[in-house]
């Protein structure tokens, strides 16, 4: 007998619509997030904001529907719920304000959602660098919004968060981006497929043109990132832009470069991965219903491939559709056709996704950085230390992390492995990379003994 | 020296929470996490690595481990995920957190 028929861990777009669609269907359910609210990222606090102000447009508010539909009598919510183990055997190991549980299920899904891409460049860890997202999350979850920042990178973020910061009347000194013509012709070809998801589109140029009203200077292929300290804590950041060499200074360089799903709780339980080459991130394999090679445990949304929130709702729908037809609480018939028509929304939302992966491609500094830059930002270890260690022999990243200790540190790798591969992939012949993803190993998430002590096992 | 926060604060609140922060009595809103309270009050290191390199908060969602501090006695903390409370007394973390038996433990 299992404590519930379904854990769901991420309480995000995915994993709310995966509980919502399974509660609804007469499954008991088990949601966990680390977080002390419901919503994951992208409608952080959308609850506590509800009858403030906002400053987040539509798409942010929209998340509270999904919120208060929580407030299920089939749903068991647990927040500030670290999830540090996973098995195979759907056991779910996890901790809450200093002690750690044990709950088991038939089905497990996994919602974790993303980070965004560790971006190295020299001083990208000095006080005053953080990252856009972070910035995007003290400004919904406390009210606080960068003065006279400067926002670096490539990615749709970029202009959201941009433009909500306008909106809030705190509006960036500059926008430096990464993005090259080349990118941008080489994103044609998608174009046309990326029409079908034309509501995005719009709302993309929307961005820019909010921006460019308000009179934000944009730099366009920047390169050859450099962040020092400058007087008062505040940062100078140099760059070269149309071969010429400029600075600018700031009290906050907010950075970013897109999204990678978040695979440490996959890794260590143990589902296959593989490379996506055109999101240049390890993913987990899995099939349209978001089953991977454990049976009974599923992922859904950005963890499992980045596709954005609103392909996450409906990837978290058909995952819970799946396992309530496996459990027999609906038939073929209903199960054939709820299926079909989420399949088909998702053709629509995805269809942008090419485009948006090559018109926002990773440039090639941030793959392979210069030497001075710190990769691993707990050891505190540089690209070079990296490269005199791959001229040594090694192949392989346990190998790396062994002589180097890059990935030895607090973050268990989160920060440094997609650096770490990109210089691999720069350095090495490719036939002597060994290209299997990174293990992770539980604890996932660092934990005391005193908090494992307290344990209560049956 | 003390450098000012980077951020401004535009949502005001009533229901506040007072505790000590690198030894300044600060209030913030109930409902704060330790990471923004401690960037919108300070403007320069919440930690200091081993090697004495200075560090802020950078993730904000328990990612990256950069803004580790020491809450009531107990070393290498997440700011990013806790919420502040009254009384809470919050230090600078120095180097490696030391080995010992923390507080909780």
Redo the contacts between chains.
């Keep these: 007998m299992t404590d519930f028929d379904i854990i769901i861990i991420g309480a995000g777009p995915a994993g709310m619509s995966a509980a919502l669609t399974a509660a609804n269907g007469g499954l008991d359910v088990l949601l966990l997030d680390e977080q002390p609210h419901a919503g994951g990222q992208i409608y952080r606090n959308v609850k506590q904001n509800h009858s403030k102000q906002s400053w987040f447009g539509k798409s942010y508010s929209s998340g509270i529907n999904l919120v208060d539909a929580l407030n299920h009598i089939k749903i068991t919510k647990c927040f500030g719920a670290t999830v540090w183990r996973v098995e195979a055997n759907k056991r779910v190991l996890w901790s809450q304000n200093g002690e750690s549980k044990v709950s088991t299920a038939v089905h497990i899904v996994l919602a974790n959602g993303a980070q965004e891409r560790p971006f190295p460049f020299p001083g990208w860890t000095l006080p005053g660098v953080m990252t856009i997202g972070s910035a995007q999350i003290l400004m919904k979850s406390s009210g606080i919004f960068p003065k006279d920042s400067v926002l670096v990178g490539s990615g749709p973020l970029l202009y959201l968060v941009a433009t909500q910061m306008i909106e809030a009347n705190c509006p960036p000194k500059a926008l430096l981006e990464t993005q090259t013509l080349r990118m941008m012709i080489n994103s044609l070809i998608h174009l046309p497929k990326a029409l079908l998801n034309m509501k995005s589109l719009i709302m993309g140029f929307m961005f820019i043109y909010k921006i460019k009203s308000a009179g934000v200077p944009r730099y366009k292929s920047v390169s050859r990132l450099e962040a020092q300290s400058s007087v008062n804590g505040s940062i100078k950041f140099l760059f070269s832009h149309k071969g010429i060499r400029k600075s600018l200074t700031t009290k906050l360089l907010l950075i970013h470069q897109g999204v990678i799903p978040s695979t440490e709780i996959s890794r260590s339980v143990g589902v296959d991965h593989s490379w996506n080459t055109s999101q240049l991130a390890f993913q987990p394999i899995i099939d349209k219903w978001g089953k991977t090679n454990i049976d009974g445990l599923y992922i859904a949304g950005d963890c499992g491939g980045i596709n954005g929130s609103e392909a996450a709702v409906l990837y978290g729908k058909i995952v819970a559709t799946k396992i309530l037809y496996e459990t027999g609480k609906i038939n073929f018939n209903l199960y054939k056709k709820q299926s079909f028509s989420i399949s088909f929304s998702l053709f629509f939302t995805n269809s942008i996704r090419l485009f948006l992966d090559t018109l926002f491609a990773v440039p090639q500094e941030t793959l392979s950085p210069s030497d001075e830059t710190i990769v691993c930002r707990c050891e505190e270890k540089t690209v070079g230390e990296i490269k005199l260690g791959l001229n040594e022999g090694i192949t392989g990243v346990r190998q790396l992390k062994a002589s180097i200790r890059s990935g030895m540190g607090q973050c268990q790798g989160r920060m440094c492995d997609a650096i770490v591969r990109g210089i691999m992939l720069n350095n090495i012949s490719q036939n002597d990379i060994n290209i299997l993803a990174p293990k992770a190993r539980s604890p996932i998430k660092p934990i005391t003994l005193g908090e494992l002590s307290k344990m209560k096992l049956d | 020296m003390k ?10 609140s009533t229901n506040d929470v007072n505790f000590t922060l690198f030894g300044e009595i600060v209030t913030v ?1 109930k ?3 330790l990471a ?2 401690i ?2 009050n300070f ?3 919440s930690r200091i ?3 004495g ?14 803004c ?1 501090v020491e809450v009531d006695g107990n070393p ?1 903390i997440q700011s990013c ?1 806790v ?1 502040v409370h009254d009384q809470m007394v919050v230090k600078r973390q120095i180097g490696l957190r030391s080995i010992g038996i ?1 507080k ?2």
């Design positions: 450098t000012d926060s980077r951020f401004k604060t535009l949502i005001k809103p409902g704060t996490t923004a309270a960037l919108s403007g320069e290191a690595t081993e090697t390199a200075l560090r802020t908060a950078f993730c904000m969602m328990g990612v990256c481990f950069d580790l290498n995920m919420l923390s909780d433990d």
